[in-house]
């Protein structure tokens, strides 16, 4: 069972950066579907964005532009790039990882982005 492991989150001003790491425990599938999603206090847990094997990345509206989703296979990790950070964005962030063959589904634990001066 795959297990991801995300890291990089903290405090940061408004209008700093951070990038957020996520690690599968063990090598994936070369097809996928990966994603970042945020669960903010007292709200739903939404998309911030996803990537695929493939290249195909699309991003929610509310971070277009200001985030970037980026994979490096010989890591075997994804990474969320954030930048010009505002407190809405403050939330629990998760990665999920789902090969592409599979409707199995696999979720990091969060890390804590807390966008606050």
Request: with cysteine.
């Amino acid at each position: 069972q795959v297990q991801l492991v995300e890291s990089g989150g903290g405090l940061v001003q408004p209008g700093g950066s951070l990038r957020l790491s996520c690690a599968p425990s063990e090598s994936i599938s070369r097809f996928y579907v990966m994603g970042w999603y945020r669960q903010a206090p007292g709200k739903q847990r939404e998309l911030v964005g996803i990537i695929t094997s493939s290249g195909l990345i699309n991003y929610s509206d509310s971070v277009k532009g200001r985030f970037s989703i980026s994979t490096d296979n010989a890591k075997n990790q994804m990474y969320l790039q954030m930048n010009s950070l505002n407190p809405e964005d403050t939330a629990v962030y998760y990665c999920k990882y789902r090969s592409t063959y599979s409707a199995v589904e696999y979720w990091g634990q969060g890390t804590q982005v807390t966008v606050s001066s």
